[in-house]
């Protein structure tokens, strides 16, 4: 049999209680397929930080690497936590983790499912993947601040847009495209950010000549925004850098029937290190711990993450499961624990 070693990170606030629910899917989805699921839990996140003041440390990241997969559920605290330094965690941990694995693609498909409540009137069919930048753009923490404390602060951020970092995307979303419906569109800024829309206009002039069957078009984000609202159905393949990309995928995932449902997966192509599957969502201090939270988006990322070890039929029976379950649940909610027993029993069945 094949053995499959998972890194399980569940984090923080509802992070556990749908990684509950995706581990009992995942468990079910590969029972009896020849499959042995060797996996390590990694304790942390906010919870971890608060009590030993470690967010990741060089032995947690040797021990992660040694892995063929990460699933994680959600990381950070109550927005605002006074004892959690600024980005402590999102910077020190999950950056961390996208950037030391070298998850430059941060795949996020946006699909509308048959019964899912969306909140526009004539959504028609939506169906496409938001491929973002994983690894530069403002992420990358170059910048810096002088006269903290006077009338003469100055604060900066740099995007970070790198000629390789960005054809690697970009060819990623290409070679997406042609599986798909042929349809790409960049979304960048290009009429204020000259250089670093420059540089991704280009790229993907110079790809697209590769690709002559693929149509390619180009929105300002700004525009992006109300497409995705008043068009959705016009998207095939988006591409976009790595803070574009993240107010988007939120943005499609409310039109998409609910953040609960938005999956996502930090990929490394190249294989020489784990990729990430985790909900687009965050750790939802608001909710947590009332089982309130929907599961559907950690157990459709587990679909991505069987998708991604090569595992097609595991992961299309999980994602057929989870289609029926939204097709039948109707606007009653759920305790999260159900959810996830009712996609186990459809697997099952
Ligand atoms: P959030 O995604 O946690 O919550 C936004 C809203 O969506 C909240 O009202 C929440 O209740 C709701 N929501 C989120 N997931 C849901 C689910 N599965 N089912 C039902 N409702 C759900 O975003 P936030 O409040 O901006 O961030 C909270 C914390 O999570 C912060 O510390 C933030 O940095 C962190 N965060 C982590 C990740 C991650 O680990 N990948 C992603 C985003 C935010
Ligand atoms: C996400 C989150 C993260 C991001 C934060 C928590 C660093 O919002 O995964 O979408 O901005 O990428
Ligand atoms: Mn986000």
């Known amino acids: 049999s094949r053995v499959v070693k998972l890194a399980v990170i569940p984090g923080d ?4 209680e749908v990684i509950a629910e995706a581990e009992k899917v995942l468990d079910a989805a590969t029972a009896g397929s020849g499959i042995r699921l060797e996996k390590t839990r990694f304790a942390l996140g906010a919870g971890r930080f608060l009590e030993t003041g470690d967010t990741l440390t060089d032995a947690d990241l040797d021990a992660i690497k040694d892995h063929d997969a990460v699933l994680l559920g959600a990381v950070g605290g109550v927005p605002g936590d006074p004892r959690l330094k600024d ?24 699909k509308l499912f048959e019964g899912a409540p969306g909140p526009l009137a004539e959504p028609g069919d939506i169906d496409f993947v938001v491929v973002r930048e994983g690894t530069e753009g403002p992420y990358v923490g170059n910048g810096g601040s002088i006269r903290r404390g006077t009338p003469q602060e100055v604060a900066n951020e740099t995007s970070v847009n790198t000629a390789f970092g960005v054809e690697r995307v970009v060819r990623y979303a290409f070679d997406l495209a042609e599986r798909r419906r042929r349809k790409l569109t960049l979304v960048h800024k290009t ?9 991704w206009q280009r790229i993907v002039n110079e ?9 390619v078009d180009y929105l300002h984000v700004d525009a992006a925004t109300i497409f ?16 574009f990309g993240d107010i988007l995928t939120d943005l499609a995932g409310a039109v998409t029937g609910g953040i609960g449902l938005a999956a996502s997966g930090n990929i490394n192509p190249d294989g020489a290190f784990p990729s990430m599957f985790e909900p687009v969502h965050g750790s939802a201090p ?15 990322s587990v679909a991505l993450l069987l998708d991604h070890l090569g595992l097609r039929d595991e992961s299309d029976a999980v994602t057929r499961a989870v289609e029926a ?3 039948d649940r109707g606007a ?6 159900q959810i996830g027993d009712a996609i186990v029993a459809r697997l099952r069945a």
């Open 13 to 16: 606030g509802i992070g556990p």
């Open 207 to 215: 790809v697209a000549a590769e690709h002559p069957e693929v149509a």
């Open 332 to 337: 009653a909610s759920r305790p999260t624990a």
């Open 286 to 300: 608001d909710i947590a711990g009332q089982q309130k939270a929907d599961p559907t988006a950690a157990i459709l």
């Open 87 to 110: 980005a402590n965690i999102e910077r020190g941990l999950l950056l961390k983790l996208r950037f030391e694995l070298d998850h430059y693609v941060n795949l996020r498909p946006s």
């Open 191 to 199: 009429n204020v950010l000259v250089n670093a829309g420059g540089l």
């Open 325 to 327: 379950d939204i097709a």
């Open 228 to 243: 995705l609202v008043t068009n959705p159905s016009r998207f095939d393949v988006i591409v976009t850098d790595n803070l």
